[in-house]
């Protein structure tokens, strides 16, 4: 039983984390906005500078768990640039109506449907203010002969996302602490220490499911993708709670630009809707389970 | 990351079931009905296990165990919950009664008490809550009063599970007014038979002889009923807490019933809507959710890192988990015409499971003790 990422993967977290940082940090996602086009050579190289891209996850365990650890570094600043859906080497769509949050980089993807139906898709080009469209292009797709696992490319954009959870909930935390009202940190009233401790477990939770689901891919488990879709059922019920608490919390001035929980927020959108919303994943999960349970403990005890 | 628990665990998992299939009649539901074959039960179950040394299976050899990795006892409590606890009151000894003796006991009384743990003997009951004293624990005022070369106990607890079965309580009390009020407090251990000692049921809507009221009238104990230092009897509760919190794994018997929840309905499953199936699908990550985060306390705690708000995460998820699970349940139950035997076997757990779950959330620290630990961890306060 070992639980966590290797000692390797958390250690080049951080040094992505820092990295990021050192690139500009909060500011990298407010840059890419005022320069969409220029949003890539904000990111990439500094990424190809510590090797990101030389990572094949499929290629090996400390390879793979060195990615979803980028992944969730990259969350942490709510970069504006694709990492999971390049690491991942494919991105998942729903053929019906494909976008993916690619918009102004200039690349041919690989694109899988849920069933494995495989594409290369080329986004078209964006319209009007990032605020709106928040990098979401839309996709054209050409169909390919054979197919793909998608499960990689559900499970690496989810580590971005408990990434981005996991920094508004230590903005948030930071914040009820400084921020005084009625001569105390807000911090000090139950009815907000309450709304951070709900806002926690559904974080711990996530973490506990992501990392499980990692484990799920990595070791094969004939299962994989539906954990990824029980996953993304639980990953936007917690993102959607921490953001919905961080925002109360922070009342106002979380809207405004000027704070980094907006960026982040705003960034972790198109993870909960692309490449399907909660109430789609609750149904592709429903669907695959038919008459049968999750696998857990006692799945095959009734078989 | 490996989450594979190992041929060790999946062996005593069947082991267990096997066990629990030949000894446990089907539909046993606890000790705590009308009929006292069920206690009965519990008891021959546990000197089954005690025979085969599965009882104390956590504990060290020298103390009758087996010594068994964390994971394996994991494996049992998962397994002992989902089937109705059929240790009955035993796993209060086997849990933290006597590794509490192991720690804190003197060498008369880890000689008297812990075979008799071992061998599935005795049954305890935890004297701690009062009718002022809920959440605010440190607040009790059952106490007892140098006489002679003795104490004299008085005081009433009150939520007392398993007082009319118990021969022992394990019993809080103050002996002393200290700088704070968790200062000054004793555990002593009295018998159930000694005089001044009154139990009295409370009748409730969980059932029989769950939890009494427990009287104490001039009770006599001596030094040598003492358990760990004197006054300090705040610390030793401390630990049996941390036992408690993290040592009920609720999430499988909710695992356990939503697992079966097809197959007893059988063809009336696709007839189930949507909307509550997407509910049981949650809950089944839930149950995921839960046993992976009481799986990272447990590693935490080995590495000795472990927080009171990571164990204070858990107990809130899996608490909530319960009551929810229970509540899809029996939506299911009532979407359906159950009729077989099966069937019928189904319904009563899922009722008995409604019923219960409706105290996760008070019982062993109620969620906004957890949520106020949680906060405390989270913002440094």
């Given at each position: 039983m070992q639980i966590d990422l290797t000692e390797e993967a958390l250690e080049y977290e951080a040094t992505v984390r820092r990295a990021l940082e050192a690139a500009g940090g909060d500011e990298l996602a407010p840059r890419a906005a005022a320069d969409p086009e220029g949003r890539a050579a904000l990111v990439e190289p500094v990424l190809a500078g510590l090797g990101v891209w030389d990572l094949d996850p499929t290629g090996s365990v400390d390879e793979l768990e060195a990615a979803a650890a980028v992944c969730r570094a990259a969350g942490w600043w709510g970069v504006a640039y694709p990492v999971a859906e390049r690491l991942a080497g494919r991105i998942v769509v729903d053929d019906r109506k494909p976008q993916a949050v690619v918009g102004g980089i200039d690349r041919t993807w690989e694109a899988v449907t849920l069933d494995g139906r495989r594409f290369t898709a080329t986004a078209r080009p964006l319209a009007g203010l990032v605020r709106k469209h928040a990098y979401v292009a839309d996709l054209d797709l050409t169909a390919v002969d054979g197919s793909a696992d998608p499960v990689l490319a559900l499970v690496l954009p989810t580590f971005t996302l408990l990434g981005m959870v996991e920094r508004a909930m230590a903005m948030t935390r930071q914040y009820v602490n400084e921020r005084e009202q009625?001569?105390?940190?807000?911090?000090?009233?139950?009815?907000?220490?309450?709304?951070?401790?709900?806002?926690?477990?559904?974080?711990?939770?996530?973490?506990?499911?992501?990392?499980?689901?990692?484990?799920?891919?990595?070791?094969?488990?004939?299962?994989?993708?539906?954990?990824?879709?029980?996953?993304?059922?639980?990953?936007?019920?917690?993102?959607?709670?921490?953001?919905?608490?961080?925002?109360?919390?922070?009342?106002?001035?979380?809207?405004?630009?000027?704070?980094?929980?907006?960026?982040?927020?705003?960034?972790?959108?198109?993870?909960?809707?692309?490449?399907?919303?909660?109430?789609?994943?609750?149904?592709?999960?429903?669907?695959?389970?038919?008459?049968?349970?999750?696998?857990?403990?006692?799945?095959?005890?009734?078989? | 990351?490996?989450?594979?628990?190992?041929?060790?665990?999946?062996?005593?998992?069947?082991?267990?079931?096997?066990?629990?299939?030949?000894?446990?009649?089907?539909?046993y539901l606890s000790p705590f009905t009308d009929d006292p074959a069920?206690?009965?039960?519990?008891?021959?179950?546990?000197?089954?296990?005690?025979?085969?040394?599965?009882?104390?299976?956590?504990?060290?050899?020298?103390?009758?165990?087996?010594?068994?990795?964390?994971?394996?006892?994991?494996?049992?409590?998962?397994?002992?919950?989902?089937?109705?606890?059929?240790?009955?009151?035993?796993?209060?000894?086997?849990?933290?009664?006597?590794?509490?003796?192991?720690?804190?006991?003197?060498?008369?009384?880890?000689?008297?008490?812990?075979?008799?743990?071992?061998?599935?003997?005795?049954?305890?009951?935890?004297?701690?809550?009062?009718?002022?004293?809920?959440?605010d624990l440190a607040a009790i005022q059952t106490s007892a009063k140098r006489d002679g070369d003795g104490w004299r106990i008085n005081g009433q607890k009150i939520w007392?599970?398993?007082?009319?079965?118990?021969?022992?309580?394990?019993?809080?009390?103050?002996?002393?007014k200290g700088e704070k009020k968790q200062h000054g407090l004793s555990i002593f251990i009295v018998p159930m038979d000694a005089p001044g000692v009154e139990v009295r049921p409370i009748m409730a809507m969980f059932g029989p002889?769950?939890?009494?009221?427990?009287?104490?009238?001039?009770?006599?104990?001596?030094?040598?009923?003492?358990?760990?230092?004197?006054?300090?009897?705040?610390?030793?509760?401390?630990?049996?807490?941390?036992?408690?919190?993290?040592?009920?794994?609720?999430?499988?018997?909710?695992?356990?019933?939503?697992?079966?929840?097809?197959?007893?309905?059988?063809?009336?499953?696709?007839?189930?809507?949507?909307?509550?199936?997407?509910?049981?699908?949650?809950?089944?990550?839930?149950?995921?959710?839960?046993?992976?985060?009481?799986?990272?306390?447990?590693?935490?705690?080995?590495?000795?890192?472990?927080t009171p708000g990571d164990t204070a995460a858990y107990r809130i998820a899996v608490t909530r988990l319960d009551q929810e699970s229970a509540d899809v349940l029996i939506d299911i139950v009532n979407a359906s015409v159950l009729e077989s035997d099966e069937q019928l076997r189904f319904k009563r757990e899922v009722e008995e499971h409604w019923r219960y779950s409706l105290s996760a959330t008070v019982a062993s620290g109620s969620t906004e003790v957890q949520r106020i630990l949680l906060a405390r961890n989270l913002l440094g306060a």
């Open positions: 009625f001569g105390k940190p807000i911090g000090r009233f139950q009815g907000v220490q309450f709304q951070l401790t709900d806002a926690e477990v559904e974080r711990a939770g996530f973490e506990a499911l992501v990392k499980y689901t990692l484990w799920s891919f990595e070791a094969q488990q004939p299962e994989a993708l539906q954990d990824a879709l029980a996953l993304r059922v639980a990953a936007i019920e917690a993102a959607d709670l921490v953001f919905r608490i961080s925002h109360q919390l922070f009342g106002a001035i979380g809207f405004c630009d000027e704070t980094p929980i907006s960026w982040v927020s705003r960034a972790s959108v198109p993870l909960r809707r692309l490449p399907f919303g909660l109430a789609d994943a609750r149904s592709q999960l429903v669907a695959s389970l038919g008459d049968r349970g999750l696998t857990g403990i006692f799945s095959d005890l009734f078989a | 990351m490996d989450y594979d628990l190992g041929p060790e665990v999946a062996e005593l998992r069947r082991e267990l079931r096997g066990l629990i299939d030949e000894h446990v009649p089907k539909g069920d206690l009965a039960v519990a008891q021959d179950f546990c000197k089954v296990l005690a025979d085969r040394g599965q009882l104390c299976i956590a504990w060290p050899e020298e103390w009758g165990g087996r010594g068994a990795s964390v994971w394996e006892q994991t494996a049992v409590r998962e397994e002992m919950w989902a089937a109705w606890e059929p240790r009955g009151a035993q796993y209060m000894g086997v849990n933290w009664v006597g590794p509490i003796f192991m720690r804190h006991g003197t060498e008369a009384q880890q000689q008297k008490f812990i075979p008799m743990i071992a061998k599935g003997d005795v049954i305890w009951c935890q004297g701690f809550s009062e009718p002022n004293a809920g959440s007392t599970s398993y007082a009319t079965m118990a021969e022992f309580c394990f019993l809080l009390v103050r002996t002393s002889h769950h939890v009494n009221e427990v009287f104490f009238d001039d009770v006599w104990v001596t030094e040598a009923d003492l358990l760990g230092p004197l006054d300090h009897g705040w610390d030793v509760v401390n630990e049996v807490l941390s036992f408690e919190r993290v040592g009920i794994a609720r999430y499988a018997r909710d695992e356990r019933l939503l697992q079966w929840a097809p197959v007893a309905l059988g063809e009336q499953w696709d007839a189930l809507s949507d909307e509550v199936k997407s509910r049981w699908a949650r809950m089944l990550i839930h149950c995921r959710r839960a046993r992976l985060m009481a799986y990272r306390v447990l590693e935490l705690q080995q590495k000795g890192t472990v």
